[in-house]
């Protein structure tokens, strides 16, 4: 047990060392995402799903969803919905039969297959933020508009950190590119930075296509190939309350038809776009949510969806939203109870409304994230780097995250709480006795290298060490460790003729203009 | 159920409303220690509870826990145990006979009744950092040895926050006090200062008598009164590995046989005092522990004691002892498992390594109050204020961890999840309808006060506002508002003439010299 640990924890997995080699700034945790050991919290009782379970499929029976995608309004009359305009009302067998064909779990397989993913069970997947158009570091000092090197150096840190699963959207706008091309050049700098499971963004057919042939092209993939399985995802909001924006649904009936991944998470501020009560906007949003699905599912039966949550609340004082509060943790947790009830993955987040990385920031992150822990999520979105409501991107957020999100890592390997006669070490007790310690004897030396978690950004050293070293506090020694891992960053490896060939693709879209801007 | 919440969130009780006489420099959570709804996080099954049981028995069997106290020693004796030196072994039926007279809840009532706990059961307390030597603010900006002055502006904090239950040991070791009669100052500081629950250190005869004494006269009783029921405890550590020291000891048989509670934390740093393997360090912690519970209710038959732990690990490069890591988040967990096996009240901590309230700072704290949540910790010491693995007290962190108390506290509130008509909202929703929002409608102004956690320190402005409001981080947010509070105190109502008979009897016991201060 204690060998095998060993080898896990120090020697990494072929993924592991790939993401490492050469940059080895930190000694981090390897590739190796935790399995949730833990019983979800549940705060309903069977009465209380049953009640949300009512109130989400009252809302598509009774009152319907908008629809801005005429596609979908077609597919939907087909299937037997009753169409009026652009509102779409549907009875509760027919989303039942249809979300019932979703998988439980399913894969995603990246252009690096040892960074497969497996979506669904009791897996925690994390990924960087997503779609910030703003930026911050402790150089800089203030907040300021995405750029493409901005862009690119938290991609670097996405690639780097071994805790981060996925790759998420941009992980900050670079608003300096074009938004014709846009797509263009990051995911050319996503694919080539990173070997992570991809993301596009539902903005335009000409968009998702674009970014399903370049994650094609990225993986020496067939088109055959790309289509036998995903190999990367789509994520959608609606647009509470109670509609579908074309280009959304758009986008996500296109990556089903190819077989490839969709998250639905409806973005439910309760107090604003939902019910001031909790349980009614996680109705609302399991509404908002199950009906996409099951469109997706009439359309491709069995393609792979996520369930995604955001029901947060507004500050009714200033109409602020705010996140990572006690509201927030039990939605969250109620959302895990239902997407358990449809048997679908879920997605949650790790978000904040502070708008440095201090410690409110490290609060309302740690509150959410451990209602990711406690919902059984399975994807954890801006699991690192997002501050002010997912407005701004930081690196040095980012890696203070990222040791929260190892911690949980750790957390959750089960040979903690061995309780083995080695564990329990009655004869290491014995040998001490009531007058020795601990360090010096073989029980602790045979297991001291993996017993305890290694910490890369916390330090504890006492006041006077830490003083020494200059009496650093955290997101400076985070902004610190951010300018090292970039500097020393090497990306993973790629075929030159794949290179070539993305970005010949890239070239000769951007020639055809790229992608329209008028969303 | 929206109006009882009201008057319960807003109205405050006397309690509430006593505590912040005059003092409203934020608007804070009345007084209202939760009920932790949450079902426990177990890390271990029935195999894995029987195994650290039976570690623990054999530890009190087969090796034996020193005592250095002859009076235990006695008594131990009497009571059939095997006496050897100082070394006692116990057999698991006296242990598990003497363990199940312990009650699984008491209440402490201290001098205003309407601050009086109940320990045991669902319900979680929180107390103020206890007994670091050294103190840290944003003004002073360095680590500097305590004093009166910053003990009594950190008992006014204790006071102010309606989220502090009790007042645990000094929340900075005043060391301009001669020790001879430096408890006679703070407890007179304590008593005037603050009316929660109070703690007597068991650090010899005399404080712990001065300290009934005083507890007593505090609340105007008779010493009859003072001994029907619980109106202090006293905390004590062993000395791992396997001893107790003379003074703890003695103590706790005086509160015993007084009838005032007792809580046993050994201090088991796994590596270090204890195994390098959690489950052997939790079962060392256990059978210190027991050990002395069983002493306390042979002597005093179903007096109050709460089982505590402090098993955390070092950091096995420095040594260094490392708090809130995911090895302490589980064997914390894992004690709170076994606490319920033995029907007693847990104590765990607020902790973190961290030398300044930043993110570190928040994390590592963050962790252990969801530990102790997921532990169903009915006492959390160290709660509030506590940096650098408890050596340094501080002003700013006391501010920080009392907006995640509250958080907590807030958490625990049943009404965010529940799922009645009026919560699940299906009218509120149909009237909003596809195209509006819910700011306005008369579902959500008629909850709208109440129905959100409302921060006194996060900053949910977004990043402009932040940035015209100074751009302060939290710690300096948290630093003013010590100073306002500070600045504002009023401490509460006591009697004149009590106040006096105290005073007398400070000056009484002064003159006579104190208490020895060769501990």
């Known amino acids: 047990m204690a060998d095998t640990n ?8 072929r993924a592991g060392a790939a993401a ?33 379970h009512d109130g989400a499929m009252r809302i598509l029976e009774e009152i319907g ?40 779990t399913f894969t995603i397989t990246p252009r ?32 300021v508009p995405g750029n493409r090197e901005m862009c690119r150096n938290l991609l670097k840190l996405t690639q ?31 694919l ?21 042939e370049m994650v094609r092209i990225a993986g020496g993939l067939s088109h055959e190939e790309f289509e036998a399985s995903p190999r990367m995802y789509t994520n959608i909001n609606s647009t509470s309350p109670l509609k579908h924006d074309h280009p959304m649904i758009d986008g996500c009936l296109r990556l089903a038809r190819r077989g490839q991944a969709i998250v639905v998470t409806p973005f439910t501020l309760a107090g604003a776009m939902a019910p001031v009560t909790m349980s009614g906007a996680v109705a609302q949003s399991l509404a908002e949510a199950l009906c996409a699905i099951a469109l997706f599912q009439y359309v491709r039966p069995g393609i792979p969806c996520v369930i995604g949550t955001f029901t947060s609340n507004v500050d009714m004082k200033s109409g602020a939203p705010a996140f990572g509060t006690p509201e927030y943790i039990r939605s969250t947790q109620m959302t895990g109870q239902m997407a358990r009830f449809y048997g679908l993955p879920l997605r949650s987040s790790g978000v904040c409304a502070a708008n440095v990385p201090d410690g409110q920031a490290v609060w309302e992150t740690s509150n959410s994230l451990w209602a990711a822990v406690q919902s059984g999520t399975n994807m954890v979105y801006h699991a690192a780097g997002w501050l002010e409501g997912g407005l701004i991107a930081s690196p040095e957020k980012f890696i203070m995250d ?22 329990i070490a009655l004869e290491a007790i014995r040998a001490v006795g009531n007058d020795g310690h601990f360090f010096g004897i073989q029980h602790t030396q045979d297991r001291y290298t993996t017993a305890f978690y290694q910490p890369f950004l916390s330090d504890w050293k006492n006041y006077e060490g830490w003083e020494v070293a200059g009496g650093i506090w955290t997101a400076e ?18 075929d030159e003729a794949i290179r070539e060939e993305l970005a010949d693709f890239v070239a000769r879209r951007k020639a055809e203009g790229g992608a329209p801007t008028d969303f």
């Open 112 to 143: 690096n297959p040892n960074h497969t993913i497996e979506i669904g069970g009791k897996t925690m997947l994390f990924g960087n933020v997503s779609s910030p158009p703003n930026y911050w570091d402790m150089e800089i000092g203030k907040k």
């Open 192 to 212: 080539t930075l990173t070997d992570k499971a991809m993301h596009a963004y539902s903005l335009g057919k000409e968009r998702v296509e674009d970014v399903m």
């Open 477 to 494: 020694r985070a902004h610190l460790m951010f300018k090292e891992i970039i500097n020393s960053f090497e990306a993973p490896p790629m």
């Open 160 to 190: 780097y950190f071994d805790c981060i699963h996925f790759a998420g959207g941009y992980p900050v706008e670079p608003v300096d590119l074009h938004a014709s091309v846009r797509h263009l050049d990051v995911l050319y700098d996503k």
């Open 402 to 423: 990222c040791e929260i999100l190892q911690q949980i890592q750790r957390y959750m390997q089960p040979e903690i709480c061995a309780t083995g006669p080695d564990e």
């Open 65 to 104: 969803i908008e629809f801005y995608n005429q596609e979908a309004l077609e597919i939907l009359r087909e299937a037997g919905c009753i169409i009026n305009g652009d509102n779409v009302r549907m009875g509760r067998d027919f989303v039942m039969e249809m979300v019932a064909k979703a998988p439980s």
């Open 6 to 13: 060993t080898r896990k924890r120090r020697g990494g997995g």
């Open 20 to 52: 490492r080699r050469g940059a080895a700034v930190i000694d981090q945790m390897p590739w190796n995402p935790p399995i949730n050991i833990d019983r979800p919290t549940e705060p309903l009782g069977p009465e209380g799903v049953e009640a949300i």
